[in-house]
């Protein structure tokens, strides 16, 4: 799957969710939990970097 194609499916997913909150459990890891149940963890051993504007 390309970058392109993961990014379509992350958007797809993710549309018109609404955040709950955003958690940092453990070290490196960010977890953001939506209103519906939905949770998506972001490590950073992905080597990811979230910037919120």
Same mark, same amino acid.
Request: proline share 0%; net charge negative.
């Given at each position: 799957?390309?970058?392109?194609? #993961?990014? +379509?499916?992350?958007?797809?997913?993710?549309? %018109?969710?609404?955040?709950?909150?955003?958690?940092?459990?453990? #070290?490196? +890891?960010?977890?953001?939990?939506?209103?519906? %149940?939905?949770?998506?963890?972001?490590?950073?051993?992905?080597?990811?970097?979230?910037?919120?504007?």
């Amino acid at each position: 799957m390309s970058l392109a194609d #993961e990014s +379509e499916r992350a958007t797809a997913l993710l549309a %018109g969710k609404v955040v709950a909150r955003v958690v940092r459990h453990r #070290e490196g +890891e960010v977890l953001i939990e939506f209103t519906d %149940g939905t949770r998506l963890f972001v490590d950073s051993a992905a080597a990811l970097e979230l910037s919120i504007t």
